[in-house]
């Protein structure tokens, strides 16, 4: 891999899968606070969260990151950890399952 960060400053989004998939790639990402992000994705410990997509907030927040390697290692960890564990298609599939099966009963 070419990356250690990914950079998606959005202005608005729905449930942007390019930022679960760059998690699961174990990369840092610097995003804005939109749409379906802001519920699962933890500032500082997947990445960054920027206020606005500006060249500055961005720059900051990539100094930020780049000069600090061990908790750049720890947010891309934990960042592929929680990607794994809740959003590969397998796990997904299952959740997806009980609800159905679920709403069937009922």
């Not at 804005?32 to 500055?56: E, K, S, W, Y």
């Not at 100094?63 to 934990?78: D, H």
């Not at 990607?83 to 959740?95: E, G, H, K, L």
């Amino acid at each position: 891999m070419n990356s250690d960060v990914f950079l998606f400053p959005s202005y608005g989004e729905g449930m942007p899968n390019a930022v679960l998939e760059a998690m699961a790639a174990g990369l840092v990402t610097v995003t804005t606070p939109v749409g379906g992000l802001v519920d699962f994705f933890n500032d500082n410990v997947h990445g960054v969260f920027i206020n606005r997509p500006g060249a500055d907030e961005i720059i900051s927040a990539l100094e930020n990151i780049l000069s600090t390697p061990e908790k750049m290692l720890a947010m891309a960890i934990k960042s592929h950890h929680f990607a794994r564990s809740n959003f590969y298609s397998d796990i997904v599939a299952t959740r997806l399952m009980n609800i159905f099966n679920k709403t069937i009963r009922n």
